[in-house]
Nanobody
Framework: QVQLQESGPGLVKPSQTLSLTCTVS??????????WTWIRQPPGKGLEWMGV???????YYSPSLKSRTSISRGTSKNQFSLQLHSVSPEDTAVYYC????????????WGQGTQGTGSS
């Protein structure tokens, strides 16, 4: 069974960088046809797609977050990571990692989510 687990410091000060890691088990992040996504949900709001890294390592970002977001991966540890720069209180949200399939707009496996807060 595929499992995803987010980890990382939950609280960062404004203007600093939020760094989160998603550890995947039960599948390889280099498997063809699958993509690995970061999604967040601010309090009281809907889900926001942030960006994705594909099996070949290529990345795609939400236009609204592209200037502040970076997604990378560590294939030896089967992990992919999110860096969100210049954090503000508006970036406070639950951050999820998820697996998607190329050509299908849904995600079949999700992590449990981790709270990320931009606050002094």
């Amino acid at each position: 069974q595929v499992q995803l687990q987010e980890s990382g410091p939950g609280l960062v000060k404004p203007s600093q960088t939020l760094s989160l890691t998603c550890t995947v088990s039960g599948d390889s992040i280099t498997t063809d046809y699958y993509t690995w996504t970061w999604i967040r949900q601010p309090p009281g709001k809907g889900l926001e797609w942030m960006g994705v890294i594909a099996s070949d390592g290529s990345t795609y970002y939400s236009p609204s977050l592209k200037s502040r977001t970076s997604i990378s991966r560590g294939t030896s540890k089967n992990q992919f990571s999110l860096q969100l720069h210049s954090v503000s209180p508006e970036d406070t949200a639950v951050y999820y990692c998820a697996r998607g399939t190329i050509g299908i707009g849904t995600h079949d496996y999700w992590g449990q989510g981790t709270q990320g807060t931009g606050s002094s």
